[in-house]
């Protein structure tokens, strides 16, 4: 099949690897402050992995939002969707389990937001968009979304960025195994170790489903004259993935280098819309990706260098409409950064990126390849105590399209030390054509402009640290402005092609909170977010164009999402709650089935960490959308009503 040796390691560990509330969180009483425990403290934040400026991220201009381990291991038995979902605004469009999982960021599509693992871009050059369904969550320790950045730092994909951190695994040995409804099991495990200066750890792991769930939908039936409500069980909609990673480092004086192998290996089968169901079509996703750093401190600078390669395929085969498409996709990138103190208050990021990327596939009449070289500059500067002020800006040229700039300014003001921060950051960014857009045979362009972005946010954050209580409340306010935006319409033959015809106007608001309190026994953690999205075509694409001013499809205008974790020694449980406002399915509204009814989720987890012997155990129990909630975020594609998980882990 796709990838030999990820195939082996499947059966391996397939067949022989044993199964082993609202309303606090803005503002928090005084008692909680009061009661604190010296031998309770909370770490120092960590820094943000989206751009190249190695700074906190209280003390960035942009905005960020990000889920550590210690919130990812609450949610290991869900997925990457989940946990951006709970924990951050974005808005993610899922076709329910086994299906396409992808982003929605303030109004941008997937295709326009970057998806970036330790800072090299995972969208899919053909398509434009990653596919979270397919990346397992055991592979991960952070994730890092800012949507109000540019990308001045990587990439081209200027609607934001979601960064993903690879796992860093400790001297240890992890097994687990999860198994729940819908014939849902994963095993995994994980083994790590130090060897005087040299670090060696492997994790692997597989899952597989049926998603056999069943959901209610309305039919015509003769007999009863009309429509009725009919339960039905989604079919031929299995999956199976495994993966393998593999990382080694070493430390050496003022000398770090790390390398890291992923290897990844997705079966599907690809049922389609309920409406339109086809039990004859499959989707193979593999990739090989390998990732070398280095980094140097001299007495003056930090000189950091990556060498990436990856390999990834995906094949679609529809015997019903003989289609049997393969695709080969070849990327080779090398970077390197230096980071320099020009005076005490400045500080200077220069870095130069290269990137070829290759696509054989049997849609396209020939080969075809891009070739992008990049410079970037940023540039941190503290005129004064309380000021820090970052302009940025970067040079790339592609071999499709020529050369084009992205420029940046934030600057951050501490209007009270260490407890209010105004942020304003402005950016000008692009969005490459996908290969896809320029090359499809007979409809892409290859003409095609890139698609020019404008951004500017400006929030307001208010922070308590203290020894055993950690709060963070923001007000965001947002503005961004698309043109010569790509969308495929109808030509004069019918079918559709690619132009930049559309203008968008993106404008929102993102008020939330998080607060951390906890003793030597007791644990609290309460999170709110609300975020409205007025997202729109703002200019006529063509005459009487009956789009203009329309919310754009699939992305609501408000959602509201909150969280509440409680702990006791060591039992823990969360709630994670969700509403999600009216979509449509169709740019002028004028489709029958729109709007599609707002949703709201409730879901459960409980955790139990014990110690026998020579191993500590967990055992964790999530319940999904507990209250039965029926509803489809994408039209055609219902989601599962209540259903389990249970994960047991131990730890040697």
Do not use: C
């Amino acid at each position: 099949m796709l990838l030999s040796g990820v195939k082996a390691s499947k059966l391996v560990m397939k067949h022989y690897l044993l199964p082993a509330i609202l309303g606090l969180f803005l503002i928090l009483p005084k008692w909680v402050d009061a009661q604190v425990v010296s031998d309770s403290l909370w770490l120092d934040e960590v820094r943000v992995k989206a751009t190249r400026i190695d700074i906190q991220d209280t003390y960035q201009a942009v905005s960020s939002f990000r889920v550590d381990s210690s919130r990812l291991s609450i949610l290991e038995s869900t997925s990457i969707s989940d946990v951006l979902q709970f924990f951050t605004p974005l808005f993610i469009r899922n076709n329910g389990p086994g299906g396409l999982s992808t982003i929605n960021s303030r109004g941008f599509s997937a295709s326009q937001t970057q998806v970036v693992w330790n800072g090299f871009p995972l969208n899919h050059s053909m398509l434009g968009v990653t596919d979270l369904s397919i990346i397992p969550i055991s592979t991960i320790s952070e994730l890092v979304t800012s949507s109000g950045t540019g990308n001045t730092a990587f990439g081209d994909r200027g609607g934001g960025t979601v960064a993903i951190q690879t796992k860093d695994i400790s001297d240890q040995l992890n097994v687990t195994y999860q198994f729940g409804s819908f014939g849902e099991k994963k095993y995994s495990v994980e083994a790590g170790t130090t060897l005087s200066k040299v670090s060696l750890a492997i994790l692997m792991g597989f899952q597989s489903a049926d998603n056999n769930f069943k959901y209610n939908t309305r039919e015509f039936s003769n007999e009863a004259g009309g429509f009725i409500d009919v339960k039905k069980k989604r079919i031929h909609n299995g999956n199976e993935s495994a993966t393998v990673l593999i990382t080694a480092g070493s430390e050496i004086k003022q000398h770090e280098i790390e390398t890291k192998l992923w290897i990844l290996d997705s079966e599907n089968q690809i049922p389609g819309g309920i409406s339109s169901q086809n039990n004859n079509a499959f989707q193979n996703d593999g990739f090989v990706r390998w990732l070398t750093q280095w980094e140097y401190l001299s007495d003056k600078n930090i000189y950091k260098g990556s060498i990436y390669v990856a390999s990834q395929e995906l094949d679609y085969i529809d015997e019903n409409a003989a289609i049997n498409s393969i695709s080969d996709i070849k990327t080779y990138a090398f970077d390197f950064s230096i980071k320099r103190s020009l005076l005490s208050q400045i500080q200077l990021v220069s870095a130069v990126r290269a990137v070829r990327n290759s696509v054989k596939t049997s849609e396209y009449p020939a080969d075809v390849s891009r070739d992008d070289l990049s410079f970037s500059m940023n540039l941190v500067w503290i005129p004064l105590d309380f000021l820090y002020v970052y302009p940025s800006a970067s040079g790339n040229y592609n071999s499709d399209y020529g050369f084009n700039y992205t420029s940046e300014l934030g600057v951050n003001t501490e209007l009270v030390d260490q407890q209010i921060f105004l942020k304003v950051n402005a950016a000008r960014s692009f969005i490459s054509p996908t290969f896809n857009d320029l090359y499809w045979p007979g409809l892409g362009d290859p003409d095609l402009k890139t698609e020019e972005v404008l951004k500017i946010e400006s929030s307001l954050l208010h922070q308590i640290r203290r020894p055993n209580l950690l709060v963070n409340s923001r007000i965001l306010a947002y503005s961004s402005a698309v043109e010569n935006g790509i969308r495929w319409l109808p030509n004069n033959n019918g079918q559709s092609s690619p132009q930049n015809i559309e203008s968008l106007s993106l404008n929102g608001i993102e008020i939330s909170n998080q607060t951390n309190w906890k003793s030597k026994d007791w644990g609290i953690s309460a999170g709110l977010i609300f975020s409205q999205t007025l997202a729109s075509i703002s200019e006529e694409r063509f005459e009487n164009d009956a789009s203009v001013d329309k919310q754009l499809i699939y992305t609501p205008e408000w959602q509201y999402k909150a969280n509440l974790a409680l702990s006791y020694r060591n039992i823990s449980t969360a709630v994670f709650y969700a509403y999600v406002d009216e979509r449509y399915s169709s740019s002028d509204h004028s489709s029958p089935f729109d709007p599609l009814s707002s949703y709201k989720t409730w879901d459960w987890i409980t955790n139990l960490n014990f110690r026998h012997r020579i191993a500590s155990h967990s055992i964790q129990l999530i319940i999904r959308n507990a209250f039965d909630e029926e509803y489809a975020i994408i039209k055609d594609y219902p989601l599962p009503g209540r259903h389990f998980k249970i994960s047991i882990k131990t730890n040697f």
